[in-house]
C-alpha cells in the first residue's frame, strides 16, 4: 500500500472513530441514533445495553472512555497518518506499540472482567487501526 493510500486510510478510520467516541461520550445524556446502545449490545456480556449502565459511577466511566477513545483515535488522525504519509517509521512503530498497549490492556481487563464479547470487538479495532501501518511500503525513489 502507497504511503498516500495507507495515510487516507488511517485518517478515515480515525474520524470515523472519533466520531464514535464522542457517541459514546455523550450516550450518557442521550442516544438519538440508537447506535451506541446497539454496539453496546454486540460488546457486552450482558444484553442490556446502555440500560446496563444506570449508576452514576457506570456514566462516568462511560464518558471518560468516550473521550479517551476520541482522543485516540485523534493521535492516529494527527500524528500517526501524517507519519505514514511520511513514511516516518520510527512515529509508525510508536503508532503500533501504542496500538498494541490499548488492545492488550483493554482485552486483558475486558476478559478479566468477564466481558469477552469486547475483548473480540476490540481485534476489529486492532485490524482497521494496524493494517494502514503494516501494509505500507517505501516509497518509490525517483531516479534522475
Known sequence: MSPTSAARFMRITAIISIITGILFALAVVAD??????????LVSSGDQGLAGIAT???KVALAIA???FAG?????LFLVAPAIEAYDTRMIRGGQISLLVWFVTDSTASIAGGNTANAVANVGFLVLFMLPMALVKAPEVQAS
Do not use: M, N, R, V
Request: hydrophobic letters at 45%; charged letters at 10%.
Open 32 to 41: 438519538p441514533t440508537g447506535l451506541t446502545d446497539y454496539f453496546f449490545q
Open 56 to 58: 452514576p459511577e457506570a
Open 66 to 68: 468516550g473521550g479517551l
Open 72 to 76: 485516540f483515535s485523534a493521535f492516529f
